[in-house]
Nanobody, 122 residues
Framework: QVQLVESGGGLVQAGGSLRLSCAAS????????MGWFRQAPGKEREFVAV????????LYADSVKGRFTISRDNAKNTVYLQMNSLKPEDTAVYYC???????????????WGQGTQVTVSS
């Protein structure tokens, strides 16, 4: 089992940057594929990015490709989401999630953090 805690959200102007962190408990962090998802008010939770156990493979939603970067530090049990060139439509609660498989559907993920709010003003 793994417990996840996100941090780094906040209010930023359009065009700005934020880096989200997700700290995981336990000694098996490197066994998990890690994903980032987001949910805006009144919308379904959507996939943002996913990274493999070693960090060698990543996948992004088209809406964030070229602007967001997912990375991980297995020694620190932490996964990151660097968000650049932020847009108002990126406003959402961002969640990290863990699973043993490299998947992008939120329903496939077994473990979730509590979320961190990102608000981008125009």
């Amino acid at each position: 089992q793994v417990q996840l805690v996100e941090s780094g959200g906040g209010l930023v102007q359009a065009g700005g940057s934020l880096r989200l962190s997700c700290a995981a408990s336990g000694r098996t962090f490197s066994s998990y594929v890690m994903g980032w998802f987001r949910q805006a008010p009144g919308k379904e939770r959507e996939f943002v990015a996913v990274i493999s156990r070693s960090g060698s493979s990543t996948l992004y939603a088209d809406s964030v490709k070229g602007r967001f970067t997912i990375s991980r530090d297995n020694a620190k049990n932490t996964v990151y989401l660097q968000m650049n060139s932020l847009k108002p439509e990126d406003t959402a609660v961002y969640y990290c999630a863990a699973d043993l498989r490299f998947v992008i559907m939120s329903r496939e993920y077994d473990y979730w953090g509590q979320g961190t709010q990102v608000t981008v003003s125009s």
